[in-house]
């Protein structure tokens, strides 16, 4: 980001403006994965989080995580939820395989019932 008259720029909650609000400041954020990298090339930046903030001089670099503690607990911390479904295929479960083979067997078994008629005379 090129600024002109002191532009800042917010990302998560690092935020970062140039040093001099008079002068022109060039400088690089980016956010990746929740870290966020900055880069002052030209003049000073100032880089806050809410609860500090340092100064990076022209021509160096750091990087900032973009929460803060509570967000970061909040982000470990398990939250509830609905119980995890079955674990393991659905079909392996013996009332499944029981109930396919008593479908099989049925159908099987009305076929062998059926009488000596074919479906459709041999003439019509």
């Known amino acids: ?57 022209q021509g160096e670099q750091t990087t900032r995580d973009d929460r803060n503690d509570s967000q970061k607990q909040k982000k470990t911390r398990r939250a509830g939820g609905a119980v995890p479904a079955a674990s393991g295929p659905l079909l392996d479960s013996p009332y499944a395989i029981g109930a396919g083979a008593g479908a099989v067997g049925g159908l099987m078994l009305w076929v062998l019932l059926q009488g000596d008629e074919p479906a459709s005379p041999v003439d019509p």
Do not use: W, Y
């Not at 917010?10 to 001099?20: F, K, S, T, Y």
């Open 1 to 57: 980001m090129a600024t002109v008259q002191g532009m800042s720029i917010r990302a998560g909650e690092v935020a970062v403006q140039p040093a001099n609000a008079n002068g022109a400041t060039d400088f690089d954020v980016s956010d990746v994965d929740g870290t966020v990298h900055i880069a002052a090339r030209k003049c000073d930046v100032s880089v806050g989080n809410g609860t500090e903030t340092t100064t990076l001089a």
